[in-house]
């Protein structure tokens, strides 16, 4: 056996060295033709190293560790998001009553007061009346179905079928979602449009009738939804739950093998969330209707928490390698959650500042999809008939429970006020609070009245004698505002609105975070 060094060198053109390697090479000299021997021990004794594609393993390092990162980045971004769901959802039941009885006494008393010239109701206090007034008509409604019939209905189909229409229900469910927040928009704007400015509606009349009559089908989609769920619960083999539960794996495949950027990764983000969400209603109502059928047995009761938890698990297993493959496939940090979960803590900051565009759960529905009104009315509906309340006993406790819904939402809301806050100061978004759009002076000459009340509110602002101008706190009342009605758009988009106008239509527009909602196209690119 000889041993053989070679010395390699390599230099430029112009005589500068750049590498010098030395390469041992074994010969067995003996041999003279190859062997299986021979070949058994170069394969055992053969070497090679890695460090000659460092970069190639070090990225492979990074993905795994992205992997590793991504369920407890996901699940930060999916409980900051529940709870905001919960909040818009608790608004319903706790501050919408009190906001509309003082906006009513608003109503009654100012009038007797004699303030002329005073608006009667605010904007806010107009949105929050309809709010109430949809449900009470769309409750009123539902009394005239059968949840049991319903019910008995759905059990008598094969599973095949009723598996096709739980499916079914979920796209039913998204597409619902996306145009009823644009009914409910239209109503808003059509009601508290300025009547000094010429109106291209049908009316308030024919959109509030549309907005009735939306809540009421959505209800019957979600009571169609809960009947499907209670039926796979009270199937003796558990085949049906089995099944549906198994539709979610399916949506790994429909999801993981196609290109997403970070606006569509949001998207789907957000969709998560809210269905997230809104399954656990509808495990509440299932619950609720199963526990009223046994008259509210505990054993019973017990017997449904192992499926209720596989349900969860079976969710929160499918929204982690979900998302874990689509980072995966598309190079995408787990970094990026925190983005998404500063964007939707920008969207309650803003909503708490003196010159809101719109209430915080109106920007909760359009950013993930989730309408609060056609669940609570569900819910509402099952809690009548589950729920029999007789005697000054029962509506004693009915009235502590309303409190502590009231001290529940009270205290969800500071919390999730304070995280925002965090979030959005760790994000450095803090200056983009404070912005104020600025007209431009095409816009000035377009709108000669939007440049008068500009060029007046700098006088004032510039009088010593006249009060500052409002603050930028997140907790102050919001002040009626003297222009137009933003349109149904998120809240940083109501700031940008006269800098997007300026620009051409050739031109492509860039989204953010902050302008893409649940609905919103986005190219499949990555940012």
């Not at 060198?9 to 021997?37: F, M, N, Q, W």
């Not at 920008?346 to 109106?362: E, M, P, W």
């Not at 006993?393 to 969800?412: A, I, P, Q, R």
Request: charge should be positive; hydrophobic fraction near 40%; proline fraction near 5%.
């Amino acid at each position: 056996m000889q041993v053989y060094t070679f010395y390699l060198s390599l230099t430029t053109p112009s005589g500068y060295y750049i590498h010098r390697a030395t390469v041992e090479a074994k010969v067995d000299c003996l041999s003279s033709k190859p062997s299986l021997t021979h070949f058994v021990t170069a394969e055992l004794t053969r070497g090679y190293f890695l460090e000659h594609n460092e970069a190639k393993f070090t990225e492979r390092r990074e993905k795994v560790y992205t992997c590793m990162r991504i369920p407890k980045e996901l699940e930060k971004l999916m409980i900051f998001g529940f709870f905001l769901c919960m909040d818009a959802f608790l608004y319903v039941f706790t501050l919408l009553p009190l906001r509309v009885l003082l906006a009513v006494l608003r109503l009654l008393t100012l009038p007797c007061c004699g303030f002329r010239g005073t608006r009667l109701l605010q904007p806010a206090h107009v949105c929050d009346i309809l709010k109430a007034s949809i449900l009470v008509l769309s409750f009123s409604m539902t009394h005239y179905l059968d949840y049991s019939m319903m019910y008995h209905l759905i059990r008598g189909q094969s599973i095949i079928k009723l598996y096709i229409i739980y499916n079914m229900l979920e796209v039913a469910d998204r597409l619902f979602s996306s145009f009823g927040q644009d009914i409910l928009d239209a109503l808003y704007w059509t009601a508290t449009e300025p009547k000094n400015r010429k109106r291209d509606s049908i009316g308030v009349i024919p959109h509030f009738i549309m907005a009735v009559f939306y809540v009421f089908f959505h209800t019957i989609l979600i009571m169609i939804q809960a009947s499907t769920l209670n039926v796979a619960f009270n199937s003796h083999n558990k085949s049906l739950l089995t099944i549906m539960m198994s539709s979610n794996f399916v949506e790994i495949k429909g999801s993981v093998f196609k290109k997403f950027g970070k606006n569509n990764l949001f998207q789907m983000s957000n969709s998560d969330i809210k269905e997230r969400f809104t399954n656990h209603v509808l495990l509440l109502i299932v619950c609720l209707r199963n526990m009223e059928q046994f008259s509210w047995k505990p054993d019973y009761m017990w017997g449904l928490v192992p499926d209720v938890i596989m349900v969860i698990i079976s969710e929160v297993a499918v929204d982690v390698v979900k998302h874990a493959f689509i980072t995966k496939f598309n190079d995408i940090s787990a970094d990026v959650y925190s983005e998404y979960r500063a964007s939707l803590a920008f969207d309650l900051v803003s909503s708490r500042q003196k010159n809101a565009c719109t209430d915080y759960s109106d920007s909760v529905a359009r950013r993930m999809g989730f309408i609060p009104l056609p669940v609570a009315v569900l819910l509402i509906r099952v809690l009548m008939n589950s729920v029999k309340v007789q005697g000054a006993l029962s509506y004693t406790c009915v009235l502590l429970f309303y409190l502590g819904l009231v001290t529940l939402k009270l205290l969800n809301s500071i919390v999730l006020l304070g995280k925002s806050c965090v979030y959005v100061k760790r994000a450095k978004m803090e200056d983009k609070l404070f912005e104020r759009a600025s007209p431009s002076s095409s816009t000035m000459k377009n709108d000669p009245s939007r440049a008068d009340k500009n060029s007046r509110l700098e006088h004032i602002a510039a009088n010593p004698g006249h009060p500052p101008p409002s603050s930028s706190s997140v907790t102050s009342q919001p002040t009626p505002r003297t222009d137009l009605f933003p349109t149904p758009t998120t809240d940083y988009s109501c700031s940008t609105e006269d800098e997007e106008e300026t620009q051409g239509p050739s031109q492509p527009k860039h989204r953010t975070l902050l302008d893409i909602d649940r609905f919103t196209l986005c190219g499949n690119r990555i940012d």
